[in-house]
């Protein structure tokens, strides 16, 4: 330990804290030489300086990608493309604790379908909250194709708050999609299926199975979803796809198109032709035109038809209401985009070369006119394709998704079979530039580019084969997002990015600037409920409370220690354990693993989780604390003890492994005094400068006091025991006082570095 | 289509396929306009030149980083620092079927505790595969702290292949380390515990708990830890760390840090000073040595007790035999780091500011000699800490983890209070150089650092604290892997990585040469077996099978068909469901998804997966790909029909959505003509130039004449289906012909642009 006082007081000494190695500009090697050896290119070079960002640095766009079948949410950088945060929503993660701990596991339970856990979604489409038709950076939806659901993610804290069953569909893929004030969370049908859960043939697909889009109401102030309020409109078994809402002159309209509209079902096995065969026939699909604000009129009005509990506005009524028209649209498209200011309408197919691009002023012509080109089966009017359209341009083989620029009538265009992106001019109709990406480009992604006012500079290729482009990593794949600089006439290939988990189907960036994510609960808090933890513990209020025959654990987390450190419960108790982390300081998270009950918590700073288990089988389980938390981590453990039913303890008090003496003592003591005076003398360093223009550091500061207050409560128990001469317990809490010293100089070290970092001054010498 | 048929046409007439942007090299911002607009520095410039990796580059190292608490392993590359893949080892994850198909369930089933299902781990320390203590880059091995576990993970493929649970721990956290020809693989004990299942309590702490440490046996022929040749070593319950295996002079030897050799138990919550305090009191805790090559020789001579079925050598009797001698060590230490001459080992302590250097020369001499300092109080010998020492030197303050450079006598070590790495001389015993990083260095890791020969260049730090670093995500940061350049004099820090996912604790970093995966599997293959899968189907034998009350659905998957694409059972029934997937290009991987039965399946070409469960309900179940696989890959899917208990079909068929003429028929056939001869020019394109020099295009021009052969399948039915004069099903052929053709000319686009791009040359016009 003296050794560990006399380095304290050595750098407490030294004015720049070993940091000798900084500042020193170019190793031996330069630039040259690393483009030689690496096989570097100027252009390569160009591409490193608008991506790299150095250490500290902030990225200018922040990006939430769906993963796809990982069923999480993956949210990177740009244009750094370094992935920040793997977000759990339809998939249990334990490092999150996300379906580990009580509060969580009420999340992924909301999702069950007819009873069953399904652990797992299939991302799709993530959707940022708007308002006036801007991205605000407060909420995110997402949905679940394969179990249609929809999850509401906080942006305050990046964590899955809601999980809502789509009551009447059996697919999905069209969600989510938000109305310009998030009034609503579209979501629309994949494949077609019957409104009930009953069982109904296929030689009835045409009669019974059903599409739908449902408009799920957002309550901004609960942060939540409100099922109650929400409705659906019935449509045909078209195969709906992708979806955007209407903004500014559009407002108040959805669109939606389709695929499969010959309403083929396949068989192969049976000897029919596949649906590949039967979906791909002819030439056009259907776009469709929801007026979604008269439909929640027609809601309010009682004109809708309740369905599982859910309101549901039937195609007759829809059509007899005039708030439901189709549109011819190239075959097989996928993605439907809204221009910035509301005015066009972009739709591609898969099976076709050509964009297509509507005129909203024109559809809405022919619907007050009521020039209708005819009816579907179903009875709903069909637009003429010639007369809604503005116009119609030849982009590529198998053009896909499209995104706007910041710069007026500038789109760029997926191309699926030919791999690259086009850039066009959809006013004019004429093609401006072409890249190839690799390979097979599915959606791409300009920044804030479904947005009123989107923000250029960036696009985002979100291919779907990556083959050669990385080291190989067996069978399975990483995805590969392409980054490409669009602020030039050219496209500019940036960066290639590997996606290490789960298929990326869309993305949205928001410019960073937006989120304010905080970086702390309050006290006590339940992050799922977004409510203070009925469970909340203060320190020194840690307890065990037994009620209807479950034994509640109330315990706290905080460097170094779980309180508390041994539980002893009986063969076939329910435990259920509280746990509160009682830190303030940034990234002071601690986690919670014991052996064998499946149980993995993650408590930010404030928060509380719990987890219940039934402890069944007599035994030794040690706990302990997962994330690295100080110099002393390993010893944040503890034993959970399951007694067997009837067992009275012996009465044998605990061996102690070492005994210490008043020689001991004394020793802790002056070590105890030595480490005060370093740390009085890091305390004078940090206040002798303007540390309080520095955010990081007075947070610093307000952790180091926290620790010394602990320091304090740790030595006043150390001078009573001294006083009673039980040396070996005055002896222990002296070390304990320590430690909280030892742990308020790290964090001193921390804003000592800091300060010479960012050119702090002296300001009271 | 015939739009589509005359873009084909016109792209196999033009030279460059709109490849025009490609070559030009400069945008109009120079690359001093981007220092300027994003802050670089010229340091900054040099660090991205090192680490900037442009499309299709490959990465010089390759990291397999523990994933902390997520229970799964990251792979990233150096010098780019991009992530390649997340491998799921002890926690379910759905985009690899990981937990979700029969066959992966059954590995994460090796893994139960007491019966009970764990779905996470907490991953510390990978070791990859060593011959003659070279990295050999065949198998990983990873651990799991919370539930004592070793997992195998197979590089061919990067799947985890076994479980086991230690016999006899209640905790650990040194393992994986492997001796230098993958002999065994070491874990070793954290927290202390009675090697029976049953409860003791504490107050026996000193008599009846215990650590130990054990090597289980590797069968590298069947590719799996064989736990019948597996042994343990019993040791005092001291709180074992981690360990490594001795290497050239010091192979047999193995060697276990230590802390809490005070064998402190806490209880703050009584009123007992916490673990840390009475864990941190002394001035060393204990390094021990172990002879396993002789551990083994005992166990062969039946030496071992048996304990839970599983060998134990007892403390006394590896006393008696002088296998088991302690070494005191600098407190709290944590890794303890074999040299690649095998003649040094450096441990440092965590609340001590040295790194000691200990000569095995000198503890061999000592043990010959049978000169020792003492016994502990379970009668070890005490190797005397001075008489062991090369030497000691002043690193730093929190000193924890040691790796070697190429260099000779260079190593670095992680200084985590002072957030520093130290380099220094461990022959000489002096310091070389510091470096500052940010926050709070756990372990560091040199490229193949751990093996007898480090191939230097790279340090990685992994840092415990990412505080500031990054964007910010709420109160759950990213960790931060910094990248330091050691290749010269002064070390360089080149980058910040955030790490979005779970608390990585240790990682290896190897050659990316050594690294051979696979890209497909043999033909209807169980890769967790590693075995041909009794339930390989082969195109045109799908079929089903109801054996012993279950149904078997034997099924393929290819491009963009699932067969069956209709399955009906009655509400009641198991179904067990097999896919193979029938593709054989690379990463053309298929995904299998359905509502409500928690099943997500991946099954890369070649692969067999199955998934049972039972259909309970009556209903309509849709199912589909989940990995986008062609322009059609939407329509590949399908419907599970659950029918009510004694159900019968009304005997009505399907009703045709669309009903096809012999116009449609005749247009359909012309549609197929004219893309037969695009595909007949852009084949003799490619065969035209020298493309058998290109790998990948071999692998294309393979894909493309499959999917060929598809197509004169279809064109048979198409053409038989004509003859019959039924034009529905000829019309819907025809267009399964053209889908093949699309999907071949697909491939040969790809095919077209490589060879444009890597600058084929025409061999024989």
């Known amino acids: 330990m003296t050794r560990l006082t006399k380095h304290l007081l050595t750098l407490s000494a030294a004015a720049g804290f070993g940091l000798a190695s900084i500042g020193t500009a170019f190793s031996a090697e330069s630039l040259e030489d690393v483009m030689k050896r690496r096989g570097l290119t100027e252009k390569d070079i160009l591409a490193a300086a608008k991506t790299y960002t150095p250490t500290g640095g902030r990225d200018e766009f922040v990006v939430f990608s769906s993963g796809g079948q990982s069923g999480q949410l993956i949210v990177y950088g740009i244009p750094s493309m370094r992935i920040l945060k793997y977000v759990a929503v339809f998939t249990p993660e334990p490092w999150q604790g996300y379906g580990f701990d009580d509060e969580s596991k009420a999340v992924l339970a909301q999702g069950k379908i007819n009873g069953t856990e399904i652990n797992y979604g299939d991302t799709h489409h993530p959707a940022i909250s708007e308002t006036n038709g801007e991205y605000d950076g407060e909420w995110l939806f997402i949905n679940d194709k ?34 310009p004030n998030t009034e609503y969370v579209i979501e629309a049908t994949q494949y077609a299926g019957p409104f009930s ?19 799920w109401k957002f309550d901004r102030e609960a942060g939540r979803i409100d099922p109650a309020q929400s409705f659906s409109v019935e449509l045909p078994p078209y195969s709906q796809d992708l979806s955007d809402a209407g903004k500014l002159v559009s407002d108040g309209w959805s669109f939606t198109n389709s695929f499969c509209t010959e309403r083929y079902v396949g068989g192969i096995e049976r000897g029919r032709p596949p649906f590949e065969a039967g979906c791909s026939q002819k030439d056009t699909d259907f776009l469709h035109m929801i007026n979604w604000k008269k439909a929640a009129e027609l809601v309010a009005a009682g004109k809708a038809t309740k369905i599982n509990d859910h309101d549901v506005i039937m195609m007759d009524t829809a059509v007899a209401e005039g708030i439901l028209f189709l549109i011819p649209e190239p075959k097989s498209p996928h993605g439907v985009d809204v221009s910035p200011d509301g005015k066009y309408i972009i739709v591609s197919g898969k099976l076709d070369t050509h964009a297509s691009v509507y005129s909203f002023e024109k559809m809405k012509a022919l619907i007050d006119a009521k020039d209708f080109a005819g009816t579907d089966p179903y009875g709903i009017p069909i637009l003429d394709l010639k007369k809604s359209l503005h116009t119609q341009l030849q982009v590529g083989l198998g053009p896909l998704h499209t995104q706007y620029d910041s710069k007026p009538c500038v789109v760029y265009t997926s191309i699926y079979v030919d791999s690259q992106v086009t850039k066009w001019d959809y006013c004019e109709g004429k093609v401006l530039d072409k890249i190839s990406v690799h390979y097979n480009i599915g959606h791409l992604m ?45 496209m500019e290939l940036l960066y ?20 304010k994510p905080k970086v702390r609960y309050k006290s006590g808090w339940d992050s799922r409920t977004d409510q203070r933890s009925p469970h909340r513990t203060l320190p020194g209020r840690e307890r065990t409370e037994v009620v209807d025959g479950v034994t509640h654990i109330y315990g706290t987390l905080i460097r170094s220690h779980i309180t508390p450190e041994i539980i002893e419960v009986e063969e ?91 020689e001991d003592y004394t020793k802790q003591v002056e070590t105890v005094n030595a480490t005060q005076a370093v740390i009085d003398s ?31 409560e740790a030595k006043t128990k150390t001078e009573e025991f001294a006083a009673a001469k039980d040396w070996q317990n005055a002896t222990l809490w002296a070390q304990q006082w320590f430690q909280y010293q030892v742990k308020a100089a790290d964090i001193g070290l921390r804003a000592k570095t800091y300060l010479d970092q960012n050119g702090a001054k002296v300001v009271n010498q």
């Open 146 to 179: 394969a179990n249609p659901r929809i999850a509401v993610v906080d942006l305050k804290d990046f964590e899955t708050k809601q999980i809502v069953v789509n009551p009447i569909m059996k697919s999905e893929h069209g969600g989510a999609f938000v109305t």
């Open 197 to 215: 859960n009953d069982f109904v043939p296929l030689s009835k697909f045409n009669d019974e199975y059903r599409g739908a889009v449902t408009y």
């Open 446 to 490: 300009s920044m804030e580019g479904d947005s009123v006012s989107p923000k250029g500079k960036y696009l985002v290729s979100l291919n779907k084969l990556a083959i050669d482009r990385f080291n190989p990593v067996g069978p399975l794949h990483p995805q590969n997002h392409q980054l490409i600089d669009i602020s030039g006439d050219k």
């Open 496 to 515: 290639d990015m590997p996606l290490p988990l789960g298929e990326p189907h869309y993305a949205v960036a928001i410019s960073a600037d937006k989120l």
């Open 572 to 662: 076939g108790s329910t435990v259920s354990l509280h746990f509160t982390n009682v830190e303030r300081a940034e990234d002071e998270t601690h986690g919670f693993a014991i052996r064998g009950f499946d149980i993995n918590l993650s408590a930010e700073p404030g928060k509380t989780v719990s987890a219940t288990f039934k402890a069944e089988k007599p035994g030794v389980y040690p706990y302990y604390c997962t994330e690295f938390c100080s110099a002393l981590h390993l010893e944040m453990q503890g034993y959970l003890l399951v007694t067997p039913k009837g067992y009275t303890a012996e009465g044998v008090a605990l061996q102690e492994g070492q005994t210490y003496t008043e």
């Open 682 to 712: 890091v305390v004078q360093y940090i206040t002798a400068r303007n540390f309080k223009d520095f955010p990081p550091v007075v947070a610093m500061v307000e952790d180091a006091t926290d620790q010394l207050n602990f320091a304090e």
